[in-house]
């Protein structure tokens, strides 16, 4: 399985931004994916997460009611709309499949990561 995410960019405080992930593999719709970010300094951390069963989304306390996750697996495609956007937002985005079960919102529970995509938000 590989990973691409993109829409990556510097947006000034309360603003928008939408980081779409491709993915390979034919067997796309059954893999949760989740989205979680890295900052210089910090562990990764969970943002969202969305399975592949019933389209059950799982978020961040610190991004709940700010960010949207949703997947389309008719494009092989997992998105992240983020609103609302605060400096402390600002870090390097990362998009994860997890073929087998597991945590959600660890990141030992996703067995591929996508290179990661940058957004910077000003202040």
């Known amino acids: 399985v590989q990973l691409q995410a993109c829409g990556g960019g510097l947006v000034q405080t309360g603003g928008s931004l939408r980081l779409s992930c491709a993915a390979s593999?034919?067997?796309?719709?059954?893999?949760?994916m989740a989205w979680f970010r890295q900052s210089p300094g910090k562990e990764r951390e969970f943002v969202a997460a969305?399975?592949?069963?019933?389209?059950?989304?799982y978020y961040a306390d610190s991004v709940k009611g700010r960010f949207t996750i949703s997947r389309d697996n008719t494009k092989n495609t997992v998105s992240l709309e983020m609103s609302s956007l605060k400096p402390d937002d600002t870090s390097v985005y990362y998009c994860?499949?997890?073929?087998?079960?597991?945590?959600?919102?660890?990141?030992?529970?996703?067995?591929?990561w996508g290179q990661g995509t940058l957004v910077t938000v000003s202040s």
């Open positions: 994860a499949a997890a073929v087998y079960s597991g945590s959600y919102s660890a990141s030992s529970g996703y067995d591929y």
């Open positions: 593999g034919r067997t796309f719709s059954r893999y949760r």
């Open positions: 969305i399975s592949w069963s019933n389209g059950y989304t």
